[in-house]
Nanobody, 112 residues
Framework: VQLQASGGGLVQTGGSLRLSCAAS???????MGWSRQAPGKQREPVAT???????NYADSVKGRFTISRDNAKMTIYLDMNSLKPEDTAVYYC????????WGQGTLVTVSS
């Protein structure tokens, strides 16, 4: 499975961004999601979406972020609204298929 993440960038506090992650090679039939790693911190989960469409979110992003998937395109999205400086991080998408496969990461910077 190859994962290509895109959509990161620089945004002001309160702004919005949409991240995309396209999977290729083999279908991610089970869970896909996003994690993030801020400078000097450990990677943390952000949002997960199952093949059923069920979703889970970290408490820190609930109500602000929305994860969705397009199974036909093998792509997941992360719509991020009301961004805060503490959301600044490299965002990684992943796919669970037997093991866990990771994309290359896309940087999100939220200026105050």
């Amino acid at each position: 499975v190859q994962l290509q993440a895109s959509g990161g960038g620089l945004v002001q506090t309160g702004g919005s961004l949409r991240l995309s992650c396209a999977a290729s090679g083999t279908k991610c039939l089970s869970a896909m999601g996003w994690s993030r790693q801020a400078p000097g911190k450990q990677r943390e989960p952000v949002a997960t979406i199952l093949s059923s469409g069920n979703t889970n979110y970290a408490d820190s992003v609930k109500g602000r972020f929305t994860i969705s998937r397009d199974n036909a395109k093998m792509t997941i999205y992360l719509d991020m609204n009301s961004l805060k400086p503490e959301d600044t991080a490299v965002y990684y998408c992943y796919c669970i298929r037997g093991g866990t496969y990771w994309g290359q990461g896309t940087l999100v910077t939220v200026s105050s």
